[in-house]
């Protein structure tokens, strides 16, 4: 028997049974959620719907969007054309693949942020001092052909449902960065083109119940790198978003997508759009299941703000970088408070 059979690597497999969380989860006074203190965002995430954006509505939709960019970061789309059947087979295949024994999960377990296909916990072990309640498997999926044989093949529902949820997104994805570059009147296929080659990597987060949710996060505030996240859920709610300084809880909906601005978008449109800090937290009744979308650049895409919005008022904000660069930073300084674009601030 190997003798690393006993350690268990995932939170899945040792969460359950304790009615006290590991120390390494135990999060510092003043650094906790305050489960009972956070209101829900009502009005403050707006929900648009997207069914207008192919019509004579057009301009007032894409209006909604650039609002919701530029004061809220935040906005969550209905009727955006992803047909439930295929929302609802992504999130199910997920949820069996978490569930499998431990030892066929880990056959696609690694620590190691620049694999394009891995299974891992918290955020990152390697670099990290406190642990998230969070079990998450990352897969690159642009161009699916280029990746679809390293994903999971348990279960055999998962590949399947993961590609045609995957091509969907993506097709979402592009329509919303037509409208935001259009919002922010540059040509409709500006940020598609500036993108350069583009990438699209999907997260499974996998939060398990927690007996102690008001000592730990499934993630701790942080602002998403890439472009713009479009995130399912599976209907129990933990997301919360920081607005106006106070956290607000945004409530799951069914069939609704949850959309932010990144931290590329941030720099491409030279701070007009705003990349914000998120979190979410966990509960003691029910697993939560998230599906993030990253839209990204390739890693060798410099990223720069668009030259139409950067004049004396507006001065360029950010040095040139590649997302490449971006990213490695990003997963070195691991999730934190502060931002990791302040690296890339221009001097006065
Ligand atoms: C993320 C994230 C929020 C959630 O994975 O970057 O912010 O509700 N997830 O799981
Ligand atoms: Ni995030």
């Keep these: 028997m190997a003798a690393s059979s006993s350690l268990k690597f995932l939170l899945a497999d040792f969460a359950s049974g304790s009615p006290f969380i590991p120390s390494k ?19 403050a995430i707006p929900v648009i719907d997207l069914s207008g954006l192919n019509g004579p509505d057009r301009h007032k939709v894409v209006t909604e969007i650039g609002m919701a960019c530029k004061n809220a970061g935040f906005f969550k789309v209905k009727r955006h054309g992803i047909p439930k059947e295929v929302l609802h087979r992504m999130l199910h295949a997920s949820k069996a693949f978490f569930h499998l024994p431990e030892s066929v999960r880990l056959k696609n377990y690694s620590d190691d942020p620049t694999k394009s296909t891995r299974l891992s916990t918290s955020f990152n072990i390697a670099t990290e001092k406190l642990s998230s309640w969070r079990d998450y498997l990352r897969l690159h999926c642009h161009p699916i052909e280029s990746f679809i044989n390293e994903w999971p093949s348990q279960p055999p529902s998962f590949k399947p449902a993961a590609a045609d949820y995957a091509s969907h997104v993506r097709c979402l994805a592009l329509r ?11 040509k409709s296929g500006y940020l598609e ?73 941030q720099v491409l449109s030279n701070g007009r759009y705003k990349s914000v800090l998120h979190r979410a937290v966990v509960n003691k009744d029910m697993e939560r299941l998230s599906v993030p979308m990253f839209y990204c ?46 690296l890339f601030r221009e001097s006065e």
Excluded at 25 to 43: A, F, H, K, M, T
Excluded at 176 to 186: F, G, Y
């Design 297 to 342: 650049p390739g890693p060798e895409t410099v990223v720069e703000a668009a030259e139409e919005l950067v004049d004396e008022e507006h001065p360029r904000l950010y040095k040139k970088f590649t997302y490449g660069d971006y990213t490695d930073k990003f997963w070195k300084g691991g999730l934190r408070m502060e931002s990791c674009l302040d």
């Design 193 to 265: 083109s500036a993108l350069g080659r583009h990438a699209q990597h999907m997260a499974i987060n996998y939060y398990p119940q927690c007996p102690q949710p008001e000592l730990t996060y499934g993630l701790p505030g942080h602002k998403d790198p890439n472009v713009i996240t479009i995130l399912m859920q599976d209907g129990v709610s933990g997301l919360q978003v920081m607005r106006d300084g106070k956290w607000v809880a945004v409530q799951a909906e069914a069939g609704e997508l949850v959309v932010n601005v990144g931290d590329q978008l």
């Design 176 to 186: 919303l960065l037509n409208a935001i570059s259009e919002s922010l009147n540059l």
């Design 25 to 43: 989860y135990i999060r510092p006074v003043g650094d906790r959620p305050e489960l009972d203190g956070v209101e829900n965002s009502g009005e």
